[in-house]
């Protein structure tokens, strides 16, 4: 299943928008804010490590089930761009 960056993304901000709400209500001190900000950038970018590796593992499923397919396609485009 494909990781939705996209959602992760959202999510993101909308628990940044909570720990900004929180900060302006005097709850959390800048530190903590500090603190909650660099969580949510690790899990946005765990998010993030597993959309590259997702795609190119497909990648490479692609070009082993379709070895030949791929090989033709790159010298058509080799042969074209000469």
Known sequence: MFPNLIEATNTYWRKLDKVEAMYQRGEISLDEVDRRVKELME???EARRLSV???????QRVINDQRDV???L???VLVTYG
């Open 43 to 45: 899990e946005l970018g």
């Open 70 to 72: 791929a090989i033709g």
């Open 74 to 76: 790159l010298l058509v």
């Open 53 to 59: 590796m997702f795609l190119w593992q497909n990648i």
